[in-house]
């Protein structure tokens, strides 16, 4: 992988389903600011089940503006799970998504 590709911005809108976006980034923000992979992730209409790499279990709703979902959008995390074991090329790429309100991938 060359450095341009690396630093290379990438877009997602707003106002996709949260599901989608959840699903696409591979990432969870728990309530204590830890960053945590996602291994898998179960949809039940309105919420689904997500159960990390460390083997945590997360009940989350579809909702655009929870808390976890204002996390992911602006990046707020202390610290990745050192169980979840993120590659830094993965939390590099998060690091350089940006969420636009008029402009990106519409999932």
Known sequence: MSADSSKKKR????NVDFFKFVEKLKLWPSRSGTLHGIKSMTIRGNTAEIVTHCN???QI??????????CLRNKLFFRACTTCKIPGWKLEKYSSTHVNQNYGSRL
């Open 56 to 58: 945590e279990k997360f």
């Open 11 to 14: 877009y997602y809108r707003k």
């Open 61 to 70: 709703y579809n909702s655009k503006h929870s808390r976890a979902a204002r």
